[in-house]
């Protein structure tokens, strides 16, 4: 597709369950960043992912977050033993490697926990 | 580390005036500026940036934002405003070699008819 594809779109899962999400990156971009989204937080990075270097995990909240990507393309973020806490719109974003900020986003997965 | 301050959570505005959206950052470096525009039930994009050369930079639907190196400031502006400048808009920060990008929490623009 022509832009950043994310799902699911909508989530609701029980408290303690894992879940998965997952990011489809613009064909050619090799940077791809995930950011969570709360009511009146603004967005909070998460991690981010360039080419081939060890991605930058320095903003995932807690060992239960998790992300990898897979053929420098499709991304998985995975929340294991899901808390209340965790509920917000987990979006992704990518880039081409040369165009410093302009990120491209999904319209995000809104995950909701029971 | 860098860090965004959007201080008006919200910002209540009649269509026609203009109207000034406020950012600050903080850095120990030389960093870009960005601002990001999320309309109702969409997804987030590129208003305009700061990279280098003029401190004035003009973005798309009539924005305009001037970066201020002293004030560490990079205010968001326009002189009229229309009701589908209604979104949520957001500053962002990143430094010179570093691609992550710092969002501030973001100013709700409602524009009044």
């Known amino acids: 597709g022509a832009g950043v594809s994310q799902s699911p779109s909508n989530k609701v899962t029980e408290k303690g369950k894992d879940v998965e999400l997952r990011c489809d990156p613009i064909?050619?971009?090799?940077?791809l960043y995930w950011y969570r989204q709360s009511l009146g937080q603004g967005l909070e990075f998460l991690i981010y992912f360039q080419g081939n270097s060890a991605p930058d995990k320095s903003g995932l909240p807690s060992d239960r977050f998790s992300a990898e990507r897979t053929g420098g393309s499709v991304s998985t973020l995975t929340i294991q033993r899901t808390q209340q806490e965790d509920s917000a719109v987990y979006l992704c974003a990518s880039r081409w490697e040369w165009e410093s900020g302009e990120l491209f986003f999904g319209e995000g997965s809104r995950l909701t926990v029971l | 580390a860098q860090s965004v301050t959007q201080l008006d959570s919200q910002v209540p505005v009649f269509e026609e005036a203009p109207v000034e959206l406020r950012c600050n950052y903080s850095?120990?470096?030389?960093?870009?500026l960005f601002w990001y525009v999320q309309y109702p039930n969409q997804g987030l994009q590129l208003l305009l940036k700061?990279?280098?050369?003029?401190?004035l930079v003009k973005g798309i639907n009539g924005f305009e934002a001037e970066f201020n190196k002293s004030q560490t400031s990079f205010h968001l502006r326009k002189p009229s405003v229309h009701i589908s400048d209604t979104a949520e808009y957001f500053c962002?920060?990143?430094?010179?070699?570093?691609?992550?990008?710092?969002f501030g929490t973001g100013t709700r623009l409602t524009i009044i008819p």
């Open positions: 700061y990279l280098s050369g003029s401190t």
């Open positions: 850095s120990s470096v030389s960093v870009y």
């Open positions: 962002a920060v990143s430094n010179f070699g570093n691609e992550k990008l710092t």
């Open positions: 064909s050619g971009h090799t940077a």
